[in-house]
């Protein structure tokens, strides 16, 4: 399948799971957990444990700062409501289902086909002027250095100057679409429309 497809698609996934709750979201996040762990575990574990700030942040921010019942009748100004817990399930799943797809993605496809994905989605819009092709190998270049930077362990190494990339070439897939990569997309965004309108 057309990298651009798949990345449109997942941007289709993407807004369907904001507006996706109760328990088809439950349902959504749990498939989106146990796939991340068997295609990508190691991104997924990785992307988990870096929002789990944000994650906090998101509980203590809706269950303590949302106007609602207090769980605890007791201690009703210290209690979260039912209402903002409610709330932070929702924002949490619906951010937990996302990074679990980034993580996917970034497990299964090459950063070459990503950014082609990028370039193919990008390309329209060169109409208004955006420059297509330099942004992707642009991109191209800094995610190679960065995972470059991200394998070498001596950080004393990153304050020395990178040396000239003599003979180093950066090559831009570009891939062929077929039906499916047309029709794909298009089914998905009639589906989008239809749960959205609903």
């Given at each position: 399948?057309?990298a651009?497809?798949?990345?449109?698609l997942?941007?289709?996934a993407?807004v369907f799971?904001?507006r996706?709750?109760?328990?088809?979201?439950?349902a959504?996040?749990?498939?989106?957990?146990?796939?991340?762990?068997?295609c990508?575990?190691?991104q997924?574990v990785?992307?988990?444990?870096?929002?789990?700030v944000l994650?906090?942040?998101?509980?203590?921010l809706?269950?303590?700062?949302?106007?609602?019942?207090?769980v605890?009748?007791?201690?009703?100004?210290?209690?979260?409501?039912?209402?903002?817990?409610?709330?932070?399930?929702?924002?949490?799943s619906?951010l937990a289902?996302?990074?679990?797809?980034?993580?996917?993605?970034l497990?299964?496809?090459?950063?070459e086909?990503?950014?082609?994905?990028l370039?193919a989605?990008a390309?329209?819009f060169?109409?208004?002027?955006l420059?297509?092709?330099?942004i992707?190998?642009?991109l191209?270049?800094?995610?190679?250095?960065?995972?470059?930077?991200?394998?070498?362990?001596?950080?004393?190494?990153?304050?020395?100057?990178?040396?000239?990339?003599?003979?180093?070439?950066?090559?831009l897939?570009?891939?062929?679409?077929?039906f499916?990569?047309?029709?794909l997309?298009i089914?998905?965004?009639?589906?989008?429309?239809?749960?959205?309108?609903?």
């Amino acid at each position: 399948m057309h990298a651009g497809s798949i990345l449109f698609l997942w941007a289709m996934a993407a807004v369907f799971a904001q507006r996706a709750e109760g328990w088809s979201l439950a349902a959504l996040t749990g498939a989106s957990l146990i796939a991340a762990l068997v295609c990508a575990r190691a991104q997924c574990v990785r992307l988990l444990a870096r929002i789990r700030v944000l994650l906090l942040a998101i509980v203590v921010l809706f269950a303590w700062f949302t106007p609602g019942e207090a769980v605890f009748m007791d201690w009703p100004r210290a209690s979260p409501s039912r209402e903002g817990l409610l709330l932070a399930l929702t924002h949490g799943s619906r951010l937990a289902a996302l990074v679990c797809w980034v993580a996917i993605l970034l497990g299964r496809m090459p950063t070459e086909r990503l950014v082609s994905g990028l370039y193919a989605l990008a390309r329209p819009f060169g109409v208004f002027g955006l420059p297509a092709e330099r942004i992707a190998l642009r991109l191209l270049l800094v995610l190679r250095h960065a995972d470059a930077a991200r394998n070498d362990q001596d950080w004393k190494s990153w304050l020395n100057p990178p040396a000239a990339a003599g003979g180093e070439t950066v090559r831009l897939i570009r891939e062929h679409l077929g039906f499916l990569d047309i029709a794909l997309p298009i089914m998905a965004c009639v589906f989008l429309t239809f749960w959205w309108l609903r």
